[in-house]
């Protein structure tokens, strides 16, 4: 018998179904895809900050208002020149990934970093990018329950077309 990750115990007792509502609250299911560059002779952005929750949240300019502090995850809720945004730190590379994937079914901007990812508005999530480094993922919504959002950690867009 395979036993599974202790974090997918934290899904099924209805954590992501909050960080996702937390996400359709900041992003408005918003369905426009962020700016990232798209090869318009853009400088590559700086690496990635690395840290904390805390130390993330220093970086971008906010005093996070903690709302989930598991093992797996940690998520507050902050704000940076009177526009809010969620940041969330991850405990590994995979917790990370199976989040965003889960995640990207509602639509969003993603900021993604190593073991975090600040979810906005396009406009925020751009100017985290500048204090933060990373790469942007955006997503549309998807109703049909599936995971594999579109998207991808080297900045491609994850809009899909019919």
């Known amino acids: 018998m395979v036993t599974e990750p202790e974090w997918r115990h934290v899904r099924r007792d209805g954590a992501t179904a909050l960080v996702l509502a937390g996400i359709l609250f900041l992003t408005g299911c918003s369905s426009e895809p962020a700016e990232d560059g798209g090869g318009q002779g853009r400088p590559t952005p700086k690496p990635a900050a690395t840290g904390t929750l805390e130390e993330l949240a220093k ?48 639509g969003g901007s993603y900021l993604v970093g190593r073991r975090w990812v600040a979810v906005g508005e396009p406009d925020v999530v751009a100017a985290l990018r500048g204090r933060l480094g990373g790469t942007v993922e955006t997503a549309s919504p998807h109703h049909s329950g599936t995971s594999g959002g579109g998207g991808s950690e080297d900045g491609h867009s994850g809009h899909h077309t019919s």
């Open 59 to 106: 970086k971008a300019g906010c005093d996070p208002n903690v709302q989930t502090d598991a093992a797996e995850l940690r998520q507050a809720n902050c704000k940076t020149s009177g526009r809010r945004y969620v940041l969330t730190t991850f405990a590994t590379d995979r917790g990370q990934r199976e989040w965003i994937n889960e995640a990207k079914d509602y």
